[in-house]
């Protein structure tokens, strides 16, 4: 969340940029439930110490008129203590779903704004009709979604045969890469309990948008971003213990409310996917730096595999909840005629560190301050493997695979 201390010293200035970042945010409501709390607050406070000095005087005798004094006192302090309770809980609320600051420098607007800074490869070129990825599968069967829906529903892939080789051969080669730029592996519980989504920002701004197990109060976590934020909540570091890296595969779960077009078919808009994520813990000074080198290592994945892609730098109403700025990885896909995210790496300053009390030490013993963390995608594999399919497709419908994803196939198989 953000630091509320911020935005009373420059409510026009921190106001006007997360407006920019979601121009319906309510700023002065949120500054009015602060105020109230805080005032009642105080009223309380005073009260409480009115009535210890009643009872502080009791030890000299008590007269009925000084009884009666503290038995209103106490039942005025109860309705106020209640207020106040019920004033917090919505300043909380409140302050919960406001996003994170945008960064100066990014595009302004929505989608239609966002800004690519760099284009790798060309388009692939077919000299005959080529097909989208779900044509292909019918000659392919690498994925079967008749058999997930009889399972679980509409929208809930089931991998067979190449498809399942291409799934995890391309999982090695993005671990194997990864950890070649300093993240270290972690298995992270794939439920976690609804504090861990509100330290990671996923709530209590997306209620409902993600599945849930009421009996046991678990989610299935939505990405790895979820339990790796939280791995370390509590935490205080050294300076020189950061900046930690990790990366975590995993499936993901998502309600993903709303339609299904026809630029979303197959796989390119489902409930449960595979995904590699990259996270970061270090101190605001590096943290740029940190987040060019989460780019940088999404991207060596695209280039090995040969597929054409842009970067680009998000508008401010394009950037998730939790960011203050993101870059997306947005590689080729013939099928739908249009380039689709499949990495977005975002620097959240100390949005998700506040919430998680996440803190280091800038020199030793000295006071801890909050640190930050980023996120990214490396890759989501769906439309990795949808991308694959496409741009390697061949005239008899059959796919020609990247010779590095061929031998880590083969040394599976």
């Excluded at 399942?164 to 070649?180: E, P």
């Excluded at 595979?274 to 080198?293: G, H, P």
């Excluded at 977005?344 to 020199?363: G, L």
């Amino acid at each position: 969340m953000i630091d509320i201390a911020l935005l009373r010293r420059d409510p026009q200035g921190v106001g006007a940029l997360l407006k920019k970042k979601e121009p319906s945010v309510d700023i002065e409501g949120l500054l009015a439930l602060d105020v109230q709390a805080r005032e009642i607050r105080a009223q309380v406070e005073l009260m409480r110490k009115e009535k210890n000095d009643l009872a502080a005087s009791a030890s000299k005798g008590i007269s009925e008129e000084v009884r009666a004094k503290s038995i209103e006192l106490g039942r005025q302090l109860k309705e106020k203590e209640a207020t106040l309770v019920e004033v917090e809980a919505r300043f909380n609320n409140a302050l919960l779903h406001v996003p994170n600051i945008p960064m100066s420098g990014l595009p302004e607007g929505g989608k239609e704004s966002n800004l690519a800074v760099r284009t790798i490869g060309s388009k692939p070129e077919f000299s005959y009709a080529f097909k989208n990825h779900v044509e292909l599968n019918q000659k392919l069967g690498w994925f079967d979604f008749e058999a997930g829906t009889q399972m679980a529903g509409a929208q809930f892939p089931c991998y067979r045969g190449d498809g399942v080789k291409v799934i995890y051969a391309l999982t090695r080669l993005m671990l194997r890469n990864n950890a070649q730029h300093g993240f270290q592996p972690i298995i992270p519980p794939t439920m976690v309990n609804r504090r861990s989504l509100v330290n990671a920002s996923s709530l209590p701004k997306f209620e409902g948008d993600f599945y849930q197990i009421e009996a046991d109060g678990l989610y299935p976590i939505p990405t790895a971003e979820v339990p790796l934020t939280n791995l370390y909540a509590g935490k205080i570091f050294e300076r020189e213990e950061l900046p930690v890296r990790m990366t975590a595969w995993t499936s993901c779960f998502r309600r993903e409310a709303g339609g299904y077009g026809s630029l979303e078919r197959g796989l390119i808009r489902i409930h449960q996917f595979e995904k590699v994520e990259l996270y970061s813990i270090c101190d605001q000074e590096t943290a740029e730096s940190e987040l060019e080198r989460m780019v940088a290592c999404a991207e060596n994945l695209l280039k090995m595999l040969g597929l054409h892609y842009q970067v680009s730098l998000l508008a401010g109403q394009d950037c998730s909840y939790q960011s203050a700025k993101t870059f997306d990885i947005e590689v080729w896909l013939p099928g739908q005629n249009r380039y689709y995210e499949v990495s977005s790496c975002s620097n959240c300053t100390d949005f998700q560190a506040r919430r998680a009390e996440m803190r280091y030490r800038p020199e030793r013993g000295g006071k801890p301050v909050l640190a930050h963390t980023l996120n990214a995608s490396s890759l989501a594999l769906p439309r990795l493997m949808v991308a694959l399919m496409e741009c390697y497709q061949q005239e008899d419908g059959s796919v020609k695979l990247p010779k590095v994803l061929v031998d880590e196939m083969n040394a599976l198989w």
